[in-house]
Each structure stands twice: as C-alpha cells, then as structure tokens.
C-alpha cells in the first residue's frame, strides 16, 4: 500500500506543480519562500478542506499554492484498497 499511496503523492504533485504559477513580482524573494498545504481530498476526487501547516509570510505566495490545488480538480482518484473516504496529505510549495 505504500507504494500505492507514493506513486499516489507523485502523481498529485506533478498535476499541482503543473497548474502552480508563481506571481512574477515574487521571483527575486523566492529563494526563502517555502509553504506546506494540508488538503483533505475526498474519494470524490473533491478537496474537502485545506489549511496552512506552515506560512510562508507572503500572502501572494501562499495564495499561488491554494490556487494551484483548486485548478487540479478533480484531482486523481484515492489509491484502491484504502478504506478511508477521505485522505489527508501535506503538500510542500518550495522554488527548488
């Protein structure tokens, strides 16, 4: 199952990462910026909640990050054999 739910994570970051644009006026700080997102995806394929585990202090940027989960919906479905509705992961948004 684990390597369901990593294969899972990979596939989640690569569309997020995709759909992530980060405002051209934050280019030069984002060096620093870092953030993680916690998100709550239902089996729906629908994000059911998202909150900050740790702000970046940049409005913009955090934003840039909550935009980016929202584009990917629906998002990709929840590995089979899990018996959860929901599945709660962290998603880190860093330049590098």
């Known amino acids: ?13 690569t569309k997020t990462k995709a759909a992530w644009t980060i ?4 280019f030069k700080e ?3 910026l870092k953030t993680i997102l916690v998100v709550i995806i ?15 202090g940049n409005a913009l940027y955090e934003q840039s990050a909550t935009r980016a ?4 919906e ?3 479905s929840i590995p089979k ?3 959860e509705d929901t599945l709660e992961i962290g ?3 860093s330049p590098d």
Request: proline share 6%.
């Open 1 to 13: 199952m684990e390597s369901k739910l990593n294969e899972y994570y990979g596939l989640l970051w």
């Open 30 to 32: 984002m060096i620093d």
């Open 74 to 76: 629906p998002l990709p």
């Open 91 to 93: 998603i880190r948004f």
């Open 23 to 26: 405002p051209e006026s934050l």
């Open 81 to 83: 054999g899990l018996s």
């Open 42 to 56: 239902e089996r729906t394929e629908k994000v059911e909640k998202i909150w900050f585990k740790k702000k970046s």
């Open 69 to 72: 989960i929202k584009k990917v």
